[in-house]
């Protein structure tokens, strides 16, 4: 497949992808109707923060299946969009946590010893030692505003140079924050409490420009260390408070526009150290993002789970064999009930028996929806399938029962709506045969593949037989039929493996027999 990469990563990204077969094209300076073009090409795209991802660029081609970030920070990305156009958004969280930690405990060292200015100074041939009385990390507070994966390895490395730690963080709990050392606080307090303030926040509409001039007020005599998203700290008002006197410094990696502007603010004081986005610039970091960014495009582009999909099931690499092998018969029940529905659907539940409930099923159910709502001839994959459901107001339910009466796992998918349900439950034979065991509460035996049709009948001689003649008639060869009924004389349902599509005519002719009670064809597998 085509991978598009529009901003630099390390060669061995680039070699990740290769050595897997794909066509690989860099375009690193692409814009407006020139990356929409290039865009229309790709199956993969790869970007760092320098490429804006819109809708547009979204818009620009129906086979895109991954948009990677080569880093953590993905607010360049419409993931929202990303999400309804069925598109998997990835980043690489975990591949420049050290250096951005390492590059805040710099800067936090360089603003309380003045590193930067004295080194300027002495290069200009003065010997300004008089000038430079630093502050002394040991024993004064660190606040930290954003406690993932970055500032947790801060708050680590401060917290072992004698820093007490308080942290300000809605979404992580109290038991994880004792154990980094780190006191929980409300943001104002935290704000209040810190000596040195540094920003681990992702940008998004609620944190831009959250640290404006009443949040540095409660700083005064404090510094700001900002490695993380520029955006978030209102610019100006940083420079007007060290400016005058309010705060005692400041250091920044990241900024609200870059580059920079040569206008800034923050170029005017030498109180503020300013560095040009080198939280993730090391040789080590840059080789881990680009080859985790690309591993990630391989498994999406192979149809596997992705690790660090953010709007998208993930799965545990170690655990997907284990549970690849349901994910097609989920899917594949999923478009068999949906296909069997008379009427609109409300309702999905699928319900998990047996072995299969000690795994990680979250991949499972999206492929489930996937089935369910692909016949409808909507857009949509395990990416969107949940919000599909969400937009459309179909309530879905998810299930475990641990005991399975007949299989040593099953998975059934049940679709409804006001006036009638209708339930098909899958399992696998011999660990990969996948089979169809139950369609509606009947038992049957059925390979899902290709083109299937299932009738409902009276169960009395010569049914069958109809059924064949008037297939043979309209040239639908069977391949394979699986026949139940619920008790001698009653109703009986048929599952038909054939090897072409059912023309209408064929199904109104079974349809005016009393005998027949409904005639239902279904593709599986993509097929007509």
């Given at each position: 497949?085509?991978?598009?990469?529009?901003?630099?990563?390390?060669?061995?990204?680039?070699?990740?992808?290769?050595?897997?077969?794909?066509?690989?094209?860099?375009?690193?300076?692409?814009?407006?109707?020139?990356?929409l073009?290039?865009?229309?090409?790709?199956?993969?795209?790869?970007?760092?923060?320098g490429?804006?991802?819109?809708?547009?660029?979204?818009?620009?081609?129906?086979?895109?299946?991954?948009?990677g970030r080569?880093?953590?920070?993905?607010?360049?990305?419409?993931?929202?969009?990303?999400t309804?156009?069925?598109?998997?958004?990835?980043?690489?969280?975990?591949?420049?946590?050290?250096?951005?930690?390492?590059?805040?405990?710099?800067?936090?060292?360089?603003?309380?010893?003045?590193?930067?200015q004295?080194?300027?100074?002495?290069?200009?041939?003065?010997?300004?030692?008089?000038?430079?009385?630093?502050?002394?990390?040991?024993?004064?507070?660190?606040?930290?505003?954003?406690?993932?994966?970055?500032?947790?390895?801060?708050?680590?490395?401060?917290?072992?140079?004698?820093?007490?730690?308080?942290?300000?963080?809605?979404?992580?709990?109290?038991?994880?924050?004792?154990?980094?050392?780190?006191?929980?606080?409300?943001?104002?307090?935290?704000?209040e409490?810190?000596?040195?303030?540094?920003?681990?926040?992702?940008?998004?509409?609620?944190?831009?420009?959250?640290?404006?001039?009443?949040?540095?007020?409660?700083?005064?005599?404090?510094?700001?260390?900002?490695?993380?998203?520029?955006?978030?700290?209102?610019?100006?008002?940083?420079?007007?408070?060290?400016?005058?006197?309010?705060?005692?410094?400041?250091?920044?990696?990241?900024?609200?526009?870059?580059?920079?502007?040569?206008?800034?603010?923050?170029?005017?004081?030498?109180?503020?150290?300013?560095?040009?986005?080198?939280g993730?610039?090391?040789?080590?970091?840059?080789?881990?993002?680009?080859?985790?960014?690309?591993?990630?495009?391989?498994?999406?582009?192979?149809?596997?789970?992705?690790?660090?999909?953010?709007?998208?099931?993930?799965?545990?690499?170690?655990?997907?064999?284990?549970?690849?092998?349901?994910?097609?018969?989920?899917?594949?029940?999923?478009?068999?009930?949906?296909?069997?529905?008379?009427?609109?659907?409300?309702?999905?539940?699928?319900?998990?028996?047996?072995?299969?409930?000690?795994?990680?099923?979250?991949?499972?159910?999206?492929?489930?929806?996937?089935?369910v709502?692909?016949?409808?001839?909507?857009?949509?994959?395990?990416?969107?399938?949940?919000?599909?459901?969400?937009?459309?107001?179909?309530?879905?339910?998810?299930?475990?029962?641990?005991?399975?009466?007949?299989?040593?796992?099953?998975?059934?998918?049940?679709?409804?709506?006001?006036?009638?349900?209708?339930?098909?439950?899958?399992?696998?034979?011999?660990?990969?045969?996948?089979?169809?065991?139950?369609?509606?509460?009947?038992?049957?035996?059925?390979?899902?593949?290709?083109?299937?049709?299932?009738?409902?009948?009276?169960?009395?001689?010569?049914?069958?037989?109809l059924?064949g003649?008037?297939?043979?008639?309209?040239?639908?060869?069977?391949?394979?039929?699986?026949?139940?009924?619920?008790?001698?004389?009653?109703?009986?349902?048929?599952v038909?493996?054939?090897?072409?599509?059912?023309?209408?005519?064929?199904?109104?002719?079974?349809?005016?027999?009393?005998?027949?009670?409904?005639?239902?064809?279904?593709?599986?597998?993509g097929?007509?």
């Amino acid at each position: 497949m085509n991978v598009l990469v529009t901003d630099p990563i390390a060669d061995a990204g680039l070699d990740v992808l290769r050595d897997a077969g794909h066509e690989v094209e860099t375009g690193y300076e692409l814009e407006g109707e020139s990356l929409l073009e290039a865009v229309s090409n790709a199956n993969g795209l790869i970007v760092r923060s320098g490429t804006e991802v819109t809708e547009e660029v979204l818009d620009a081609n129906d086979d895109l299946v991954i948009v990677g970030r080569a880093g953590i920070g993905v607010d360049n990305i419409d993931i929202d969009a990303a999400t309804d156009h069925g598109v998997i958004v990835a980043n690489a969280p975990e591949g420049n946590v050290r250096a951005a930690a390492e590059h805040t405990v710099a800067m936090t060292f360089a603003a309380a010893r003045s590193i930067p200015q004295a080194h300027i100074r002495l290069t200009d041939g003065e010997w300004a030692k008089s000038e430079y009385l630093g502050a002394e990390l040991d024993g004064k507070t660190l606040g930290v505003v954003g406690l993932g994966r970055v500032g947790q390895e801060v708050a680590k490395k401060l917290d072992s140079l004698g820093m007490d730690i308080v942290a300000f963080d809605p979404y992580i709990s109290e038991e994880r924050a004792d154990r980094l050392g780190a006191e929980l606080v409300e943001f104002e307090d935290c704000l209040e409490r810190a000596d040195f303030l540094t920003i681990h926040t992702p940008l998004t509409p609620e944190t831009e420009g959250m640290i404006g001039e009443a949040e540095l007020d409660l700083l005064d005599g404090g510094y700001v260390i900002n490695v993380g998203r520029g955006g978030i700290i209102q610019e100006d008002a940083l420079a007007a408070k060290v400016e005058d006197g309010t705060l005692a410094g400041a250091a920044l990696d990241v900024f609200a526009e870059e580059p920079l502007p040569a206008e800034s603010p923050l170029l005017e004081h030498d109180d503020v150290i300013v560095t040009p986005h080198l939280g993730a610039s090391t040789e080590a970091a840059q080789e881990n993002v680009a080859t985790s960014t690309a591993e990630q495009v391989n498994a999406a582009l192979s149809e596997e789970p992705v690790a660090n999909a953010l709007n998208a099931p993930s799965i545990d690499e170690s655990a997907f064999p284990r549970v690849e092998p349901y994910i097609e018969i989920a899917e594949t029940a999923g478009k068999v009930a949906a296909q069997l529905l008379d009427g609109r659907i409300e309702t999905v539940e699928v319900t998990y028996e047996g072995e299969i409930t000690d795994e990680d099923i979250e991949f499972v159910t999206a492929s489930a929806l996937k089935g369910v709502f692909e016949p409808l001839e909507w857009q949509v994959n395990a990416v969107n399938a949940p919000q599909v459901a969400e937009d459309r107001g179909v309530d879905v339910t998810e299930s475990k029962t641990h005991q399975a009466a007949d299989f040593q796992s099953l998975i059934s998918v049940t679709v409804g709506n006001d006036e009638d349900e209708i339930s098909v439950d899958g399992t696998l034979f011999a660990g990969d045969d996948p089979r169809i065991v139950r369609v509606d509460g009947y038992r049957v035996d059925a390979i899902p593949h290709g083109k299937m049709v299932v009738t409902r009948n009276t169960d009395e001689p010569g049914v069958i037989g109809l059924i064949g003649s008037v297939m043979g008639k309209h040239g639908v060869n069977i391949a394979g039929m699986f026949n139940a009924r619920e008790a001698h004389g009653s109703e009986a349902l048929t599952v038909y493996n054939v090897d072409s599509q059912v023309p209408d005519a064929a199904k109104d002719e079974l349809n005016e027999d009393g005998r027949i009670i409904g005639v239902d064809y279904i593709t599986l597998n993509g097929q007509n």
